[in-house]
């Protein structure tokens, strides 16, 4: 018999699988205090919560026996990854439970905004009929932008399309193939802006989503513009999104969540423009059950050694296996989250290949490490260990992996090679004895590159004075370069620059570099 606890207050429906195991044993103490949960905990095989239980590093001590915690839920900040990987626990989540709960909320919002229904609801409790203040506009024949095309992004446009708008959808990992599928125009953000007259927003909050829809976006979107925000807050910029109110470019907006939460003293709350709720996204009995199934039955699975899909933290991986590719994991995910900003359109093909001694392991951990890096880049902490194979094949995402004794002149070598619809691009690297994790190729150039901190990726021909000139422009700028790196084909022809600098570089900086006539492009890497 299997043992589980659960300790914050569940769905009984949820948590029915687990009741119904002839092999569980579940027992339900919500509220212990701190002292409490450390002295129950060691009996038991996995542990169940939601938000309030603080799952640490004592605890997870205390829990000898613990197999699995399960998080009812996405966040998982109440819970010491690190602490429960180092005690080989596994923490799983259930990302996939409000999907149409968050899916109906923007919806619901998308029609408030778009006629009126809370500011006109207020009027009439307040005892004043009033129908001339409150004339909105029709879903019908309307473009509806959508920025993220995960699950919920998806959701949302199928209903669209009900109300017989036309839906342009963006997404890193949004194919034509796929857009046709659903019925919607494969676009970039800037046709959404330039072309949508409602714009929601559907995608993870990562330093390439911050303020996606800023100042600049504003000024380009159709006068009327109505815009959605039921996915985090911090993706629209507030302070450009209150200017464009301000100004009449946006007609209305919808928000649920914001930058700073509860939002005090947020000027958007009193525009009545503006209708909001207070991160109601998830918020349904359905949603709240469904959270429960999926954690519930995951930790079944995880008891019964069954396959798995939404651990947080890295699976449990053969003692004799990790002592090999342990060393790689950092490598092999600095690599995919370099290939990944250097890489521009829809990924297609993710192909990984080991070389040298690699090859002659297991190297199916490896190649999930690679795939997070990939993907993360994108979607953030949506993404883990685990799930990255899945997350890749629902975005018809092919990943192949090849094998090979030959060494290439390295003792090992990973090299990531990543196909879009509009080009194809590799990296590779390897450990270097005193020196660590290096990448030793990018495309067809040869370099020697730590992958850390703040990168300058620099495309240019081979001219006398190019290096001299991008030193001085970051010079000038007070930024320090720390090292650089260059590789050529042919003397005169194509060559690359790789700088590892100090501090990030503002967008100007980096427009300065690209105006140089020698330069093909210029991209920033953080690693």
């Known amino acids: ?169 963006y997404d890193p990992f949004l194919t034509e193939e796929r857009a046709q599928k ?67 470019k946006v007609a209305g907006a919808a928000l649920d969540v914001f930058e700073v939460e509860p939002p005090v003293d947020n000027p958007l709350i009193g525009l009545p423009q503006v209708v909001v709720t207070p991160h109601l996204g998830a918020s349904t009995l359905e949603a709240q059950e469904n959270v429960a199934i999926d954690v519930s039955e995951e930790i079944i699975k995880i008891l019964r050694d069954e396959p798995f899909k939404n651990a947080v933290n890295l699976p449990s991986i053969p003692a004799h296996v990790m002592e090999k590719v342990q060393p790689y994991f ?40 690679i795939l997070k890096g990939i993907l993360s880049f994108h979607l953030g902490e949506e993404v883990n260990y685990v799930n990255a194979p899945h997350l890749a094949k629902t975005r018809d995402i092919h990943v192949t992996e090849q094998k090979s004794s030959s060494n290439k002149g390295f003792t090992n070598l990973i090299t990531v090679s990543l196909k879009t619809n509009q080009q194809t691009r590799l990296v590779a690297g390897t450990l270097l004895n005193g020196y660590g994790a290096r990448i030793v190729k990018i495309d067809d150039f040869a370099i020697d590159v730590a992958p850390n901190g703040h990168l300058l990726y620099v495309h240019h021909n081979d001219r006398p004075g190019v290096i001299g000139r991008v030193g001085t422009i970051l010079g000038t700028n007070d930024v320090n370069i720390a090292t650089m790196q260059v590789g050529r084909r042919d003397v005169g022809g194509d060559a690359i620059m790789m700088l590892t600098i100090d501090k990030a570089v503002t967008a100007e900086i980096l427009d300065t570099l690209g105006e140089m006539s020698e330069i093909k492009s210029v991209t920033q890497i953080d690693l």
């Open 330 to 369: 950092v490598l092999g995910e600095k690599l995919g989250h370099f290939i990944a900003q250097v890489t521009v359109g829809s990924i297609q093909d993710v192909t990984i290949a080991y070389s040298g001694e690699l090859a002659e392991f297991d190297t199916a951990p490896l190649t999930r490490t």
């Open 1 to 169: 018999m299997f043992k589980v606890l659960i300790s914050d207050p569940l769905s009984e429906f949820g948590i029915q699988k687990l009741l119904d195991a002839p092999d569980v044993e579940v027992v339900q103490k919500p509220g212990l205090s701190p002292s409490d949960l450390l002295a129950e905990i060691g009996d038991y095989d996995a542990l169940l919560v939601r938000s309030q239980t603080q799952v640490t590093t004592d605890v997870l001590a205390a829990g000898k026996k613990l197999k699995a915690i399960g998080r009812a839920g996405v966040g998982v900040d109440n819970i010491d990854i690190n602490a429960a990987t180092q005690a080989g626990v596994v923490v799983i989540n259930a990302p996939d439970g409000n999907t149409m709960s968050t899916c109906e909320h923007s919806f619901a919002m998308l029609m408030a905004v778009a006629r009126n229904i809370p500011q006109a609801h207020k009027k009439l409790t307040d005892g004043k009929w009033d129908r001339k203040s409150f004339q909105g506009v029709e879903l019908n024949n309307k473009v509806l932008g959508i920025i993220g095309m995960g699950r919920i992004g998806t959701e949302v446009a199928k209903r669209a399309k009900a109300f017989n708008m036309t839906v342009i959808g």
């Open 182 to 248: 659903l019925g919607v125009i494969h676009g970039s953000v800037e046709d959404i802006v330039l072309q949508a007259d409602f714009i929601t927003v559907h995608t993870p909050l990562i330093k390439e989503t911050r303020h996606i829809l800023s100042t600049r976006e504003f000024e380009k979107m159709k006068t009327g513009v109505r815009v959605i925000n039921c996915a985090r807050g911090g993706i629209i910029d507030e302070k450009a999104l209150y200017e464009a109110i301000l100004t009449g």
